[in-house]
């Protein structure tokens, strides 16, 4: 069993101000820690679920977090960008049979977490069929436009019960929960047992079952985008991309059957 790991910061056991996620700040090193420690917790359970390849991709900021070191010796790590609008999945292709997310947060304008954003700071809120689009949303669908079913999800509270209704069958940890400019954190010993167990439930839940059909599955069959921009002059600007709407001074929207369009239009937008 081959599996895909998606790894970002801001919903890992702990991080709760926007520095404790910057390289440059003298605490980003102990939530690195904490960071590295639930990747290696999702290796173990996938490991422990029969998985004999794991791809990690480092997703957060400069993509360079990840202490190689704590790895197990069946798993590839992808660090930096390469410019492919995959992006928070780069590297993800059909070969893979599940893909899995930690640390992910909650959606711009959602209260969920505090450091709840989409991508850049740029748009105050992303829809996708309207509704409010977290880079789960846009990065497991990208999974899913390959065939690839996510399965598994760690991150805070709000964005486990949003990711159940857009995956039906997905299993989740919530590692914290918000309010405000506050978090409400459980124990990283728990958290880091809980994504051991949780994710080799999610893994083996799949083991028989068809990842081209069930990844598919996962996927609408049309998309219609509405981005919200901060500024009126960043929005007319991103307004020129092909097939783009602005519907008012603000906000910009795209329609399309072909998700990857979707991507392309992120990659050049956002």
């Known amino acids: 069993m081959k599996v895909f790991i998606s790894v970002d910061m801001e919903g890992i056991t702990g991080t709760t101000l926007w520095d404790e996620c910057n390289?440059?700040?003298?605490?980003?090193?102990?939530?690195?820690?904490?960071?590295?420690?639930?990747?290696?917790?999702?290796?173990?359970?996938?490991?422990?679920?029969?998985?004999?390849e794991i791809v990690i991709k480092d997703a957060h900021n400069s993509a360079t977090n990840i202490d190689l070191s704590q790895l197990p010796?069946?798993?590839?790590?992808?660090?930096?960008?390469?410019?492919?609008?995959?992006?928070?999945?780069?590297?993800?292709?059909?070969?893979f049979d599940a893909a899995m997310f930690i640390g992910y947060h909650s959606a711009a304008g959602i209260p969920g977490n505090p450091l709840s954003h989409?991508?850049?700071?740029?748009?105050?809120?992303?829809?996708?069929?309207?509704?409010?689009?977290?880079?789960?949303?846009?990065?497991?669908?990208?999974?899913?436009?390959?065939?690839?079913?996510?399965?598994?999800?760690?991150?805070?509270?709000?964005?486990?019960?949003?990711?159940t209704l857009q995956h039906p069958t997905i299993k989740t940890v919530a590692v914290k929960d918000g309010f405000g400019g506050t978090t409400i954190n459980y124990a990283p010993k728990l958290t880091l047992k809980q994504i051991r167990e949780v994710s080799e439930q999610a893994l083996k839940a799949i083991k028989d079952k068809s990842h081209e059909v069930q990844g598919k599955n996962q996927l609408p069959a049309h998309f219609e985008v509405e981005i919200s921009y901060k500024e009126h002059t960043f929005a007319t600007r991103k307004g020129f991309y092909p097939g783009a709407k602005m519907v008012d001074a603000l906000t910009l929207k795209f329609e399309t059957d072909d998700y990857f369009e979707v991507l392309r239009l992120f990659a050049f937008v956002l």
């Not at 820690?33 to 290696?40: A, C, D, P, W």
């Not at 436009?145 to 486990?160: E, I, W």
């Open 73 to 95: 010796e069946i798993a590839k790590i992808i660090r930096g960008w390469s410019g492919h609008p995959n992006a928070m999945v780069d590297g993800i292709d059909a070969t």
């Open 23 to 52: 390289l440059n700040h003298s605490s980003y090193g102990r939530h690195v820690e904490q960071m590295t420690k639930e990747v290696v917790a999702a290796c173990e359970g996938a490991i422990a679920a029969g998985a004999t």
């Open 118 to 163: 989409t991508m850049t700071g740029n748009q105050w809120k992303i829809k996708i069929n309207g509704e409010p689009a977290s880079e789960f949303m846009i990065y497991s669908y990208a999974a899913a436009h390959v065939g690839v079913p996510t399965v598994f999800l760690s991150g805070d509270k709000m964005l486990c019960e949003a990711a």
